[in-house]
């Protein structure tokens, strides 16, 4: 259900209401009690959309995030003591150019 936000001519009260799309405009004010409301254009928010198959990965839970943290601690400690041993860069062979030139 959609917020919006209303404001009074008569008395300047301002508030939000939870509408429903096909409801109709408030036309009374609940401050002042005269019929003069109008629906105003407000900053919104964002649409967010919670539950299975929504952006799965956006709404992790914190006990998620904290394994996931961890993980990533492990994998760069591990890659580290590994790096001396991999190929860390490009070899110094190229193949393929017959021009002299490097490629770089």
Avoid: W
């Amino acid at each position: 259900m959609p917020t919006y936000e209303y404001v009074c001519k008569g008395c300047d009260h301002q508030f939000e209401v939870f509408q429903l799309i096909t409801a109709g405009a408030l036309r009374k004010c609940p401050k002042c009690k005269k019929n003069r409301l109008k629906r105003v254009i407000g900053t919104g928010a964002a649409v967010i959309f919670k539950g299975s198959g929504f952006y799965q990965t956006d709404y992790r839970s914190e006990s998620y995030k904290k394994a996931a943290a961890a993980d990533k601690k492990l994998a760069e400690g591990s890659s580290a003591s590994s790096g001396a041993k991999g190929k860390s860069g490009p070899t110094s062979e190229k193949k393929g150019g017959s021009n002299g030139k490097s490629n770089d």
